[in-house]
């Protein structure tokens, strides 16, 4: 039987409604969520993250703001701005952009974001919170992993959930979500020994290391389902060609525009072996801002105590 394709970009299109709904109700009692996305210098991946962010803002009603300092800006200075922002009353959340230039001390601002108004779920504030399975923000990216299995049908509780990849992002967080829905977990990561193996014991597989096609066939037991967080461009003709061959669309995007997006996970081995895969485009990504309108809406809430 193939495997059934996940499409991401329709559960983000119920959830963005779901949102727009709440914050028509919201307007009728004269309030107005608000979000400042602060992207530091011109990484275009980011640029396209933020410009993304503003456009789903648009698209409900909730007022953003999108701030640009130059990538030479000093740690102090974007203290100093999120102080601003932590003070604004039109203000419920705040998204700093990752990764932040060199010079800047990511940590220190992220701790710096008042944790009302942490959209993202960085702040360890809301790391704490979430680990104790206390309502507060969840990061954008592993809550809308839970949406996608829940709106899908698909059941956690007593499956064996396996993770590649330990980030604070994406990897920690969406282990303590899963667990939290009763699945039995394991996260894997560079040291860890036969990884293919360890994979193949999963019926929910997530990956989200950052390196392309990484996940092949081996790693997935048969029927499983396979959520891949992984957004790579590659620009590199032979690689593309060992990747996306009998892909045909992918081969022929690449011919056209001179990249293509992959994944984690090898796109023909997903197909070939998964029960539900989600794919790259259109799988994962279009959930984490999603979830971003969501949470931004629930610290509005929250805040204003409506
Ligand atoms: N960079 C990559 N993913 C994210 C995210 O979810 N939030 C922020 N702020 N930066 C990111």
Do not use: W
Request: glycine share 8%; charged share 25%.
């Amino acid at each position: 039987m193939p495997a059934r394709i996940l499409n991401g970009n329709r559960i983000r299109d119920q959830i963005l409604l779901e949102v727009e709904n709440e914050v028509e109700t919201l307007a009728a009692r004269g309030i107005r969520p608000g979000l400042a996305a602060v992207r530091v210098g011109d990484d275009p991946a980011s640029e396209i993250y933020v410009r993304n962010k503003i456009k789903a803002c648009e698209k409900v009603g909730i007022h953003s703001e999108h701030i640009t300092p130059p990538a030479a800006v000093t740690t102090g200075e974007l203290l100093e701005l999120v102080d601003d922002l932590n003070h604004r009353d039109e203000i419920d959340g705040i998204l700093v952009q990752l990764p932040l230039p060199d010079q800047v001390d990511a940590a220190k601002v992220l701790l710096a974001v008042s944790p009302q108004k942490d959209v993202d779920g960085f702040h360890p504030f809301n790391v704490g919170a979430l680990v104790t399975k206390r309502p507060s923000p969840i990061p954008c990216t592993p809550a809308g992993l839970i949406q996608i299995l829940k709106r899908s049908g698909i059941s956690i509780a007593g499956k064996r959930a396996v993770i590649v990849g330990r980030s604070d992002i994406v990897g920690k967080p969406a282990a303590f979500l899963l667990l939290h829905e009763n699945a039995t977990v394991t996260i894997c990561h560079s040291k860890t020994e036969n990884l293919p193996a360890v994979a193949r014991e999963a019926d929910i597989l997530v990956a989200a290391i950052g390196r392309p096609a990484f996940v092949t066939g081996d790693f997935i037991k048969p029927g499983a389902t396979v959520l891949d967080v992984g957004i790579n461009s590659l620009t590199d003709a032979e690689q593309v060609e060992s990747i996306c061959s009998g892909l045909p669309k992918k081969l022929e995007r690449f011919r056209a525009k001179g990249s293509v997006l992959v994944g984690d996970v090898h796109p023909k081995d997903v197909a070939e072996t998964a029960g539900a895969y989600t794919p790259v485009p259109g799988g994962v990504g279009p959930l984490t801002i999603a979830m971003l309108m969501v949470n931004t809406l629930q610290a509005a809430r929250q805040r204003r105590a409506t």
